[in-house]
């Protein structure tokens, strides 16, 4: 665990002047599924100053999606383009989980979430999860809930324990050209 000052000093030390919208997990170097034609591009943001372990975009920023596309995720980069961080768009912070494997139940203190919901999940992986994929919530109640690969799915087998972190993912389809504000954005160091 690092100190609130240490965490501000990293924060402070990314250099990030761009961002980038995704229609799936970008994985982490954020080379895959970002979005591509129409007028698409990367935008030029620019963040706060690093307080309570987190920076915020400083102002709003308007990309251009073109017509059937998806956006789902954003990708944080270096002004040469090297992504330093990705994140589900439509959450809030993410949250600490613990699993169960005997139940493949997943708990995590007033996760808020309902079911048929969408998240995803991060950190380290129990058996049977993978990162950055996205998963359907059922069974739902104040601290718990388990996930299925598809909407009223099946329970995901969880096979063995993981320390993983989970947030709230909503894509957005886009039948026509359009545009995604993104109007907020925290990056955080947990």
Not at 5 to 13: D, E, G, I, R
Not at 73 to 94: E, M, N, Y
Not at 143 to 155: L, M, S
């Amino acid at each position: 665990m690092f100190t609130d000052a240490a965490a501000h000093t990293m924060l402070s030390a990314l250099a990030i002047t761009q961002a980038g919208l995704h229609s799936a997990y970008p994985g982490i170097d954020g080379s895959a599924n970002e979005l591509s034609g129409g007028s698409y591009t990367r935008k030029s943001v620019t963040l706060g100053a690093a307080a309570a372990r987190k920076r915020q975009l400083s102002a709003s920023v308007t990309f251009d999606v073109p017509a059937g596309a998806s956006v789902a995720w954003l990708s944080w980069r270096l002004a040469d383009g090297t992504c330093v961080a990705v994140s589900p768009l439509g959450s809030a912070a993410s949250k600490p989980v613990m699993t169960d494997p005997a139940t493949d139940t997943i708990t995590c203190e007033a996760h808020g979430f309902s079911n048929g919901q969408t998240v995803v999940f991060s950190g380290t992986m129990p058996a049977g999860i993978q990162a950055g994929v996205t998963y359907h919530v059922r069974d739902v109640t104040a601290d718990t809930f388990k996930v299925a690969a598809t909407a009223g799915g099946a329970v995901v087998d969880i096979t063995a324990d993981g320390a993983a972190r989970v947030s709230r993912i909503i894509p957005e389809a886009y039948n026509d050209a359009g545009t995604y504000e993104l109007t907020s954005a925290t990056l955080a160091l947990e």
